[in-house]
């Protein structure tokens, strides 16, 4: 039976070939994508056959190709890069649990190190660690605490690279309750620790009861399991939305929400979720997760568009078959960890191109239709994919652990959970279409291709409408590509204005009231980004974490547009605001004069156009002057650092405070990065900031990006796309980069 050819954009073609298909030793693509999809059907295919020896495996094999193939559902990551190979670790999420003894946090360790070398994401509650400064029988000394434990695991995941192609991602958590909270919601105010974790506070019903009331809380030290010191529930909550405002962490989470729905108390409390939320997770649990692309979902009728809901329904059944299969055909890093998957069989059927769906149906995103709309279609996959775990449990049996969870005594089931709304980052730009529930991250934007062109991406129902309608224009595409929205441009009529919306149109209201309308239907959780202008403020974050939770939200993840590259500016401005005052209306700043003699250092690094050599010196008034030396390169690159040096000069003898200027230097970047000392200098400019910033801490290593040994990493600090120079979007809680198909999960 000859093979559909998959109808793939340019962008999947580069994801698949740079990311997920095999390679020669020399770092090339030896499969095509038709024999991704058809190794990865084969491979799950096979698992029918452990419950029937006469199955028709090559039959299952092409309807699973086709599955994939049309680009109607796809497997998470892992399944993709690892089924039918050597590794055939096919999990994208895990939880390990974590006990207040050193044995456990080392244990630990070493099996995040192993998971992440196969290619999964953990998570983790740090709850039952006991609190800093507390008492340590065995030594007679006192505990570090949760946090400097974080920092050991985020070193551990530093040194390992997940399988050659996904870097280590981590979810920690820590319940609201524990003593140390106030330093965990901060611990990610400098940018550069703890960069392979998520953080997120674990809410209690209490709590949040204690926050609407004005109350104080009591704090409840997890090894005594003693009620301590009590908090103001307002002033932690304002600490939560303070940093959230700031750089969009930490998320909260609802535990005793999370643990209404858990099927199995009888095995455990969930306490952590994977690294983006969406998956809670006993001690020990994975998840195996997939995506129908709703995009697909529509017919076209005499009256117009309408959901083809017989296509999605079958499209659930097989996806639900095809993921019970992957439970059988994964290998497990940890023997604890197959028992429990196997035990509890869990899965997460998800969704991704809703806002495609929408603009199809001709439904703005930001109305109560769109909002129904998304109610109706996953109430809908939750019935149908319920039905196929009802079926699958005829044909399979009931999940082992069925007798002891809140099903036993009813309708045997074959999944303790069966939807969840992951991430897409990656897998929509495969399929062609919008993120998870997100609305659209941009109608046009610019993709570069190699020699320096760019081409512009129009979303094709926009264009074909523009057409239509005739105010297609290049000029306009080119026009829309520099903006984040189209609703100011009145060249376009205001129906289609009103139709693309992106994620900058939706207000926060909106996003949340989405994400709670497909958690009502959703077994697990829901990943989404709850987006806010720059101009947003902190009661506009703590409205709306309250609105979620009074929605019926599970947790919420926000981002404020540019607060995470704005977060080192405003710790230097703070830092520095009592060190000098500008000066009065129409008064003029004259530098010092330089002195006949100076003292100071020279410092050699390597930046992306060649060794460059940098000296600073001082007098009797601190930092004077910064000059700079290429090496053999020089040319237009040396004539720009020497500008550059030349300018911090003036302001440094003009009484500007050096820690301004590293800031305002710090995270420039150019096409040509280079690596120093395991870390990042991303110009001559930034070289020049970090050498500054080494110099004022007395020769400390200040030169590269502590934590960033991967270009990736730097996204934190700056929007641009390391491999295109494209702009990222911050969504699901990935960053992606429509343009070229980057894409990091973390």
């Known amino acids: 039976m000859p093979l559909m ?48 020896p006469g199955a028709e495996v090559e039959a299952v094999a092409h309807d699973f190709y086709g599955l994939m193939a049309s680009l109607d559902f796809l497997p998470n990551s892992p399944t993709l890069m690892n089924a039918g190979r050597d590794l055939q670790q096919l999990s994208a999420c895990f939880v390990l649990p974590i006990e207040d003894a050193m044995e456990s946090i ?47 695991f985020n070193a551990a995941t530093e040194a390992v690279k997940q399988g050659g192609t996904r870097r280590g991602a981590n979810m920690a958590i820590l319940k609201v309750t524990h003593p140390d909270i106030q330093e965990f919601i901060t611990c990610k105010q400098d940018p550069t620790v703890l960069t392979n974790f998520n953080i997120s506070v674990g809410l209690t019903e209490d709590f949040m009861g204690a926050v609407e009331a004005g109350q104080d809380y009591q704090l409840i030290n997890p090894r005594t399991r003693q009620a301590g010191r009590t908090l103001s529930a307002r002033e932690v909550y304002d600490q939560i939305v303070d940093m959230g405002w700031r750089n969009g962490e930490p998320g909260i989470v609802f535990l005793d929400r999370i643990n209404r729905d858990n099927p199995t108390p009888a095995l455990g409390e969930i306490e952590s979720t994977n690294p983006c939320g969406e998956q809670p997770l006993l001690p020990y649990e994975s998840c195996n997760l997939g ?49 429990m998957t196997r035990g509890n069989r869990k899965i997460g059927l998800g969704v991704m191109g809703f806002a495609d769906l929408l603009i199809r149906l001709g439904v703005p995103y930001n109305t109560e239709e769109g909002l129904a709309v998304g109610e109706q279609v996953m109430e809908f996959i939750h019935a149908k994919a319920r039905a196929a775990s009802v079926a699958l449990a005829r044909q399979r049996g009931a999940f082992p652990n069925f007798d002891r969870s809140i099903y036993a005594g009813g309708e045997p089931l074959r999944n303790a959970t069966i939807t969840t709304i992951a991430p897409t980052g990656t897998l929509s730009i495969i399929a062609g279409c919008a993120g998870g529930v997100e609305p659209l991250f941009a109608v046009v934007f610019t993709r570069n291709i190699l020699d320096g062109q760019r081409l512009l991406e129009v979303h094709p129902r926009f264009e074909a409408l523009a057409r239509e309608r005739g105010f297609y224009t290049e000029e306009l595409m080119e026009n829309i590509a520099q903006h984040k929205s189209i609703q100011e441009l009145g060249d376009i009529p205001e129906e289609v ?59 919420v993840t926000v981002y404020r547009d540019g607060s995470r590259q704005e977060q080192v500016l405003t710790a230097g401005a703070q830092a520095t605001a009592s060190a000098a005052t500008g000066p009065a209306p129409g008064q003029h700043i004259t530098p010092r004069p330089r002195p006949p003699v100076t003292r100071g250092a020279t410092y050699k690094t390597k930046t992306g156009c060649g060794k460059l050599y940098i000296t600073i010196n001082q007098d009797e008034h601190g930092l004077c002057e910064v000059f700079t030396a290429m090496g053999k390169q020089g040319g237009c690159m040396a004539s720009q650092a020497e500008a550059v040096a030349r300018l911090i000069s003036l302001a440094l003898r003009s009484g500007v405070a050096p820690e301004s200027l590293v800031e305002e230097l710090k995270g420039i970047r150019c096409p040509s990065v280079a690596w120093e000392n395991g870390g990042t200098v991303l110009s001559c400019a930034d070289a020049i900031a970090k050498t500054v910033e ?40 990935c960053l992606v980069c429509r343009a070229c198909g980057y894409s990091k999960c973390p």
């Open 5 to 52: 050819q998959p109808q793939l954009t340019d962008n999947a073609v580069t994801v698949l070939e740079r990311r997920y298909l095999k390679k020669d030793a020399d770092g090339n693509p030896v499969e095509t994508p038709e024999q991704l999809f058809w190794r990865v059907a084969v491979d799950i295919a096979t698992a029918d056959r452990a419950y029937d």
């Open 694 to 733: 080494r110099h004022l801490t007395g020769g400390a290593s200040a030169l590269v990006n502590h934590g960033h040994g991967d270009i990736s990493d730097l996204l934190g600090l700056c929007p641009q796309c390391p491999e295109c120079g494209g702009t990222v979007q911050i969504a699901e809680g």
């Open 291 to 339: 995506s129908i692309n709703l995009a697909h979902m529509v017919r076209e009728t005499a009256t117009g568009a309408e959901m083809d809901y017989q296509r999605l329904g079958d499209v659930v059944a097989r996806a639900v078959h095809f993921l019970d299969n992957v439970i059988d055909r994964n290998h497990y890093p940890l023997p604890e960890i197959k028992d």
């Open 497 to 555: 204005r009103r139709l693309f919306v992106t994620a900058y149109d939706v207000t926060p209201e909106w996003h949340a009231r989405m994400q709670a309308a497909f958690q009502q239907h959703t077994d697990n959780a829901v990943s989404k980004t709850v987006n806010f202008r720059q101009e947003a403020t902190p009661e506009d974050i703590r409205s709306v974490y309250m609105l979620a939770y009074r929605l019926g939200c599970k947790g």
């Open 106 to 152: 080392f244990t630990a360790i070493k099996h995040t190190a192993l998971i992440h070398q196969s290619g999964g994401g953990t998570g983790f509650s740090f709850s039952r660690i006991r609190p800093k400064n507390d008492r340590v029988a065995s030594t007679g000394g006192i505990a570090s605490g949760p946090v400097s434990f974080m920092k050991v």
